[in-house]
């Protein structure tokens, strides 16, 4: 019949059922009792969690189809099983259902058996190319046919291959076994070579490397007709082709016939006005295609034209022309590129609504440039979108192009005048919607950026439609279709916007199928997912789920994929989910650069010295405990630094006490322990400890924390954090004497600290290491006080902000945007003054002397300068007179204030320049902070974009050196080698 | 249609034997066709059966249905309206003969999916009208050669018709062939490209044994 197959695909033949014998299992309108469901897989029980709860029949109810019919969907959806069995059989009053399933048994292994004749590697990677390392089992005889048609252009005609599949269990894997015949191999026992010419030569069989006697090898025949093509096209026969077709005879030899129509003899020749030798062969790329056809050759007239466009000649026409004789085709293209015109002018005329400015930078056309005329088409169509975007719709752009009489040599000069007919300006006059059942028309106009009375835009009407599209598809209209129409009135003042809708039907989540997690909980995933049963199937639900579940750290992959049966609304979600190891072990080494402070001068005064520290890493953390994504974590940190110099023993000054030798005396030990979502809330908890010991410039401080903390994240932008901590400082190998110290930092050597702090961030940037989008804000506050068991009291902000914009150059160039501000107020405490035996020291009327403290211990006060902050100082040593000591070394202050710029321009590879301009100082008051009295320094810089970030060295110079003492001046550069972006 | 309806509710296998309900015949890129959608779609007279074919035809016609549908929703073409689905349902009841509830219960097919059922028909209906064109464009020359091969079509009360009476039955003929032919290719095609999986278990109450 002759629309048979179309009436197959239909499904509506219905001519031939009654004669069909089929057995179905008779339900009245209540099926038999279900007295027992079993489960069962090659023999045994099955009771995991994942397969019972998908099983819909249940002991005590009556028997459904459609519970049974469920059922089997909802398990052939977790792709385990090739087959399920529903079964019923007598038990008791009623029936007992068997699930019988019969899992997959994917194909792990291929083996080949029997005399091969060809090398197994060889057989095998035909296989992996077209089947892959494991093909279905389903596919064995269509891999079987591709060996026998291997075998056969290999010289065996007769090879028999008969596949199998042999299954294994426990694991359930399969082996894709290959038994092999591969009989005698042919030999090329005739070589028939005709050539077709023009001068009926045939060519010597010998000419074209097939000798007769070889064994039949069609990769090889086929490599050496490559070989004699190519050499004919070499030699100008770019339409050279070559065939061949082997015959088997019985005898065991292959007949080969090999046709070469080597075409003609094809020479391309250039007339007419002169094109450049290098690019000919690039716009008539007759040798490079070995073709010499109408397509091509046209082609290349066009391509010569607008070579000859791009540069100015506007006139510029090619035509070619074949003249073919005694076997040879010749050729020949014609240019006449007429002359060069160049712009002399360019005009905008006629815009009213537009500012003029503002459409000179839509116009790409630059006076004394040659004049290309698609440039100025584009720049037409840039300026009539910039209007349609205002409700200009019809809008029409001129380009009028006046040669002038004056002429530069041979060039002619052009003004072009780009006259814009603004047309009447459209308002949006109403939106309606049609079709719409589900969403009322108030929701889908909150979706329209557009409104009655706003200029009428193409472009809104286009994201409008987008819009109103993803707020159906995210409840589960995944056919729904959204079509706008306009009509424009009152001669194209007024726009009437109309989308017809057509919703199509809902998709709701069916069931959700977890497969996978091994270590993690259920309710782990099962939080982090916004697709629920019973609940729409969201397109933006399903995506931000597998975001969320691949933000855990947990999972080496995460899938989630919707599983049709048939075209239904209901669908089954299966999550997929990849564990990913549970511990962790990071190590790593490096070297830091820097330029330090060092009381190797005169008196002990303070000198900057580059210094190398080597520096290495060791971290070990375990995620997923309990199955709930609870992480510890522990990180060490050691530097091998000069040792630090005593220079101040009893307050008595020791000169040029500098050691020189290297030791492990910087270290950080940090271990942490993280619970997401703690007691159900919505933030985020993590426990910390730290045992830090750090050189600074003025000191050295060993510190003891520890510290709570809960974060939440408040949108995909903002977090908020607050935590309490508690802490030991101990400072020693101050390099200034008792005199020079603060004076907490004398009464207070060793300080304990409790304090509270909060902090906002609004984190946009698109790269946390390596920014080229976005902000980073931070506001960060403290609060210290003696009544939650602090030894001091202060209270403490830090602001800090950063931005990051792209620039629109060819190379990768980022303009980096930095402030930070800080301010910190000591609370006032009394403090008796003691002698070194610990008995207070009295005044002349035998009153204990007592000293109020105001500042802030050393480890909190601000200091500044060094790769991060100003580089042209070195670390710590940016700072007034009143936060710099007398010999040079940095006291810090209350008060910070810190300003970067930067421009980042990638180069070549990974590696990329900066230069920048920074400023800032550290004041001993906040209420000191003074703009006027910022330090600048300016500098250069290289990065490398390595694997793990950049890696970075930059010069910073000081834009206005001191004298640190009389006739000595400060230092004028400051080179720093460090990891990671300034700011 | 009475008479499948009869078979299907007639022929039950006595309560004390082992009984298949269920099973998957086939996987169509991963999505299971089942033993009962083919009995479905044969008593509901959904697929096309030529007389004496059993179960293993409409297990490939229910393969070549889910390739189509699969199509069908990657290129969706616009919404039946619900009152052609009815249309549609209501076709599908005359056609089960009064025997719609037996058949469903039996299959396990509820209303919902008879809808969706219903709605698919019409959506690859669509598809295809709108793919491959409700009729075909052919020349004087196909048609002619149309009439030349077949003439037992053309043929009234032992005499060949003049082509000029044939004209318009021979080019109506000469394109649905046409369109059948691209359809089955297409379907080849598609066939090609699919992962279809039919379960090498062993036949209904006998279980592979391990």
């Known amino acids: ?983 | 249609m009475c008479l499948v309806v009869a078979t299907v509710i007639g022929c039950v296998p006595p309560l004390s034997a082992q009984q298949l309900l269920d099973r998957v015949v086939a996987r169509v890129n991963g999505i299971a066709i089942t033993l009962s959608d083919v009995k479905a779609v044969l008593a509901l007279g959904l697929v096309d059966v030529p007389a004496g074919a059993g179960e293993e035809v409409a297990v490939e016609r229910l393969i070549d249905r889910q390739l189509v549908l699969a199509e069908v929703a990657r290129f969706a073409p616009p919404e039946p309206s619900p009152a052609a689905v009815a249309r549609e349902v209501a076709a599908i009841t005359e056609r089960s003969g009064g025997r719609l509830a037996a058949i469903m219960e039996a299959t396990g097919l509820d209303e919902g999916r008879l809808r969706d059922i219903a709605r698919d028909n019409l959506r690859i209906a669509t598809y295809l009208d709108q793919r491959f064109g409700p009729t075909v464009q052919l020349t004087e020359e196909e048609v002619l050669q149309y009439y030349r091969m077949h003439p037992e079509e053309f043929t009234r009360d032992g005499r060949l018709m003049p082509f000029v009476d044939a004209d318009e039955l021979a080019r109506e003929r000469a394109g649905a062939e046409r369109r059948a032919a691209t359809i089955a290719q297409w379907m080849r095609d598609l066939r090609g490209r699919a992962d279809i999986v039919k379960p090498r278990t062993p036949p209904r109450g006998a279980p592979r044994a391990y």
């Not at chain 1, 007398?886 to 421009?903: C, H, Q, S, Y």
């Not at chain 1, 050196?961 to 550069?973: A, D, K, V, W």
């Open chain 1, 1 to 983: 019949m002759p629309e048979i197959t179309a009436r197959r695909v239909l499904g509506i033949g219905h001519w031939a059922l009654c004669i069909l014998h089929f057995s179905l299992p008779a339900f009245a309108q209540t099926g038999p009792l279900i007295t027992d469901v079993r489960i069962e897989q090659e023999g045994r029980p099955v009771d995991e969690r994942l397969i019972t709860r998908l099983i819909e029949t249940t002991p005590g109810e009556r028997l459904s189809m459609q519970e049974v019919r469920e059922t089997l969907l909802h398990l052939t959806s977790l792709n385990r099983f090739e087959d399920v069995q529903v079964l019923q059989e007598p038990a008791g009053d009623g029936v007992r259902l068997r699930y019988v399933l019969f899992p997959l048994h994917p194909v792990d292994r291929v083996e080949f058996r029997g005399a091969l004749g060809l090398p197994e590697r060889e057989i095998r990677r035909v296989i992996t190319e077209r089947f892959g390392a494991a093909p279905p089992p389903g596919r064995a005889d269509e891999v079987a046919e591709a060996l026998r048609a291997l075998y056969r252009d290999r010289g065996y005609p007769a090879a028999r291959v008969t596949p199998s599949v042999e299954e294994t269990h426990a694991p359930d894997r399969a082996t894709m076994v290959f038994d092999v015949t591969a009989g005698g191999r042919a030999a090329i026992g005739r070589l028939e070579v005709d050539e077709i010419d023009g001068r009926d030569r045939r060519v010597p069989a010998g000419d074209i490397g097939i000798r007769a006697g070889d064994p039949y090898d069609n990769a090889a025949i086929l490599a050496a007709l490559d070989r004699y093509t190519a050499a004919l096209r070499a030699r100008g026969f770019y339409e050279a082709r070559a065939v061949h077709t082997p015959t088997f005879e019985p005898g065991g030899t292959a007949t080969v016939r090999v046709t070469i129509d080597r075409g003609p003899l094809v020479m391309v020749a250039f007339a007419g006005d002169p094109l450049p030798e290098a690019d000919r062969d690039r716009l008539v790329p007759v040798r490079a295609e070995g073709s010499a056809d109408e397509d091509l050759l046209e082609d290349a007239t066009f391509a010569i034209e607008a070579y000859l466009q791009a540069r100015g000649y506007r006139d510029a026409a090619a035509e070619y022309a074949r003249d073919e004789r005694e076997g040879t085709l010749t050729i020949t293209f014609m240019i006449s590129r007429g002359p060069r015109y160049v712009v002399n002018s360019v005009a905008i005329a006629g815009n009213a609504s537009v500012p003029l400015p503002d459409l000179e930078r839509l116009v790409q056309i630059d006076r004394g440039q040659p004049y290309i005329q698609t440039a100025a088409a584009a720049a037409a169509t840039a300026i009539r979108d910039t209007y349609r975007a205002l409700g200009f719709t019809r809008t029409t752009v001129q380009i009028a192009v006046t040669e002038l009489g004056a002429s530069e040599g041979a060039d002619r000069l052009l003004a072009v005048r780009f006259n814009i007919a603004e047309g009447p300006r459209t308002l949006v006059s109403s939106i309606a919607f049609a079709g719409n059942d589900v969403l009322p028309d108030a929701q889908l106009h909150a979706l329209v950026a557009t409104a009655p009375g706003r200029p009428y835009s193409e472009i809104d009407v286009a994201a409008a439609r987008d819009r109103i599209d993803l707020e159906y598809r995210n409840r589960g209209y995944e056919s729904v279709a959204v079509e706008p129409a306009v009509s424009l009135a009152e001669n194209g003042t007024r726009a009437d916007i109309r989308f017809a809708i057509s919703e199509g039907l809902q998709v709701l989540v069916d069931d959700v199928i977890i497969v996978g997690n091994e270590r993690t909980s259920t309710e782990t995933i099962e939080r982090e997912l916004l697709l629920r049963p019973g609940q729409p199937l969201g397109l933006s639900a399903r995506i931000e789920s597998q975001q969320r579940l691949a933000a855990l750290g947990l999972f080496r992959r995460v899938a989630i994929e919707e599983l049709r049966q048939g075209g239904g609304p209901r669908r089954d979600v299966l999550v997929q989910v990849e564990e990913a190891p549970p511990t962790t072990i990071d190590y790593g080494g490096g070297v830091e650069g820097g330029t330090r402070l060092r009381p190797t001068g005169e008196s002990g005064q303070a000198e900057e010295r580059f210094e190398l520290a080597p520096r290495g890493f060791f971290q070990i953390g375990r995620r997923n405990l309990g199955g709930k994504n609870r992480a510890v974590n522990l990180f060490t940190r050691v530097s091998l630094r000069a040792r630090d110099t005593v220079v101040s023993d009893g307050g008595v000054r020791v000169d040029r006490a500098f050691e020189g030798s290297y030791g492990l005396n910087e270290y950080r030990v940090l271990t942490t322990y993280r619970e997401p979502r703690a007691f159900d809330g919505p933030a985020d908890m993590m426990l910390t400890g730290i045992l830090d010991q750090a050189i600074r410039s003025s000191f050295n401080f060993i510190t003891r924390e520890a510290r709570a903390e809960a974060g939440l994240r408040l949108g995909a932008r903002y977090s908020v954090a607050g935590r309490y901590s508690y802490e030991h400082t101990r400072l020693f190998n101050e390099r200034f004497t008792d005199a020079e110290k603060p004076l907490i930092d004398r009464v207070f050597p060793q300080v304990r600290l409790s304090k509270f702090s909060g902090t906002l961030i609004r984190d946009s940037r698109n790269d946390v290491i390596d920014a080229d989008r976005g902000t980073f804000l931070i506001a960060d506050t403290e609060l210290a006080a003696r009544v939650v068991g602090s030894e001091v009291g202060f209270v403490k902000t830090f602001l800090q902000g950063f931005t990051y914009h792209r620039l629109p150059t060819a190379r990768r160039t980022v303009l980096a945007l930095g402030a930070r501000l800080g301010a910190a107020h000591g609370l006032r405490r009394p403090v008796p003054r003691v002698a070194p035996d610990g008995r207070p020291i009295l005044d002349d009327e035998e009153r204990p002397i007592v000293d109020v403290v105001q500042d802030l211990p050393a480890s909190e006060r601000f200091f500044a300068g060094g790769d991060t902050t100003v580089r042209g100082f070195s670390l710590d040593r940016l700072g007034t007179d009143a936060t710099i000591s007398p010999t040079g070394f940095p006291t810090g202050g209350n008060g910070l204030v810190v300003l970067n710029g930067e421009l980042r321009v990638a180069l070549f590879g990974g590696l990329g320049a900066v230069g920048f301009l920074d400023a800032g100082n550290v004041f001993l008051r906040a209420t000191d902070l003074d703009f006027g009295k910022l330090r600048a320094a300016a500098g250069f810089g290289f990065f490398y974009r390595s694997p793990i970030g950049p890696i970075r060295l930059d010069l910073g110079f000081k834009l206005d050196r001191r004298e640190l003492s009389p006739g000595r001046l400060e230092r004028r550069s400051v080179l720093h080698i460090s990891f990671g972006q300034a700011f």
